[in-house]
Nanobody, 122 residues
Framework: QVQLVESGGGLVQAGGSLRLSCAAS????????MNWFRQAPGKDREFVAA????????IYADSVKGRFTITRDNAKNTVYLQMNSLKSEDTAVYYC???????????????WGKGTLVIVSP
């Protein structure tokens, strides 16, 4: 079993930066592909970024490519999401999720955190 706890959310002006962290408990962390999702008010939860077990392969949603960077530190059981050049449309609750597959689907995730709120003011 893996438990995930996000932190680092907050209020930031457009154009600013935030770094989200997701701390994991459980020895299975290094075997999971880790993901970030987000859910804006009134919208479905959407995929943001993923990083492979070895921190070598990353994938991003088109909407964040070039602005967000996902990394992981298996020694610290932590995954990060560096968010730069934030836009008002990035406002959402951001969730950390883990899976043993390469699927980006919400239903494919085995573990979820409770989320951290990011608000980007115009």
């Amino acid at each position: 079993q893996v438990q995930l706890v996000e932190s680092g959310g907050g209020l930031v002006q457009a154009g600013g930066s935030l770094r989200l962290s997701c701390a994991a408990s459980g020895r299975a962390f290094s075997n999971l592909r880790m993901n970030w999702f987000r859910q804006a008010p009134g919208k479905d939860r959407e995929f943001v970024a993923a990083v492979s077990w070895s921190d070598v392969t990353t994938i991003y949603a088109d909407s964040v490519k070039g602005r967000f960077t996902i990394t992981r530190d298996n020694a610290k059981n932590t995954v990060y999401l560096q968010m730069n050049s934030l836009k008002s449309e990035d406002t959402a609750v951001y969730y950390c999720a883990g899976t043993g597959t390469w699927s980006r689907g919400v239903q494919a995730m085995d573990y979820w955190g409770k989320g951290t709120l990011v608000i980007v003011s115009p």
